[in-house]
């Protein structure tokens, strides 16, 4: 896997993986001007949001749950000093679809959070990670 990062100005980049899809990124936006894209720090929290939500629905659907939507909202907290690296991380599904049993909602949080997301493994050698969930039923 690799990636790529390019100035454009200011504190704004793109990065583009090796297989051509881009990103603008900005750490600040300059004076006067509205922020190009997500810092380099929410892009972390948005790969963690991607990579457990997959997990989440393909172990649901595994289970026979009736996956319709999946909504992951991640809130973190940093250190106050640099390197601000994230402290506290807490990752919260709420799962939409028909007939869904909690427990195996639950089984495919646990499952993602300590088996498949290398995102959410890898970030929680730094970070305190909880997880919690909410099902919702659909006609």
């Not at 929410?42 to 595994?62: N, P, R, T, W, Y």
């Not at 907290?77 to 007939?99: C, L, M, Q, S, Y």
Request: a negative charge; aromatic letters at 4%.
């Amino acid at each position: 896997m690799q990636v790529t990062s390019k100035w454009i100005d200011g504190m704004c980049f793109v990065g583009t993986t090796e297989n051509g899809h881009s990103v603008v990124m900005e750490g600040a936006a300059a004076e006067g001007q509205a922020k190009r894209g997500p810092s380099p720090m929410e892009m972390l929290l948005l790969g963690v949001a991607g990579c457990s939500s997959i997990d989440v629905v393909m172990i649901a659907e595994k289970q026979r749950q009736k996956v319709v939507d999946c909504q992951a909202t991640v809130t973190a907290k940093r250190a106050d000093d640099a390197p601000r690296v994230f402290t506290e991380i807490h990752i919260h599904f709420k799962v939409i679809g028909h007939n869904l049993t909690e427990s195996a909602i639950e089984r495919a949080v646990q499952m993602s959070a300590e088996k498949y997301c290398s995102a959410s493994i890898m970030l929680g050698k730094a970070a305190k990670i909880t997880h919690s969930f909410e099902t919702v039923e659909v006609e």
